[in-house]
């Protein structure tokens, strides 16, 4: 009888789709938390909410979010995670250390409120050697864009004209 029940459950619930989710954060490794924490310093408005140091594993992380998505102190509904230092192979097993997977087209998208701050974004990345793209208009879709590298090579596009943000 409970392999009935049981297997009836497993039915209902295979039926139903997967359960609510909800993005909350990107995890990304860095080389240098400090260089990291400066290009977003220098580039966005993003907040930095949460830094700490792992005694036990040693890495150093902070998390970054946009103002409006923080819902208390050191929380926010999404974050980006900045997470520095060798991985502990005590936890990671034979997982490789690996930097800069927002390449070619992938990327960040942050949205900005006008192509003058576009455009600004685009010169001071100019002048800093990290501009890869733009400023440009490119369809309604994409809207009117540039594309930067942060330290570690990662691609953050910022946008204006788009349905996002």
Known sequence: MTDTVSSAADA????????????THIALPVRSLDDTLAFYEKFTTLVRI???HDPETKMRTAWLANERDITK????????????GALPKQITGDIVEEYGFLTSI??????LDSRDEVDEVARLAD?????????MYRNPDVGYI???????????EFSVE????
């Open 50 to 52: 949460s830094e700490r």
């Open 162 to 165: 788009q349905v996002l943000g």
């Open 127 to 135: 002048e800093d050697g990290c501009l890869v793209l733009g400023p």
């Open 146 to 156: 540039c594309l930067i590298k942060d330290p570690d090579g990662n691609n953050v």
């Open 12 to 23: 209902a619930a295979s039926a139903a789709g997967p359960p609510p989710s909800l993005l």
């Open 73 to 84: 102190p050191g929380a926010a509904r999404f974050v980006i995670v900045l997470m520095e």
């Open 106 to 111: 992938a990327h960040l998208g942050i949205s």
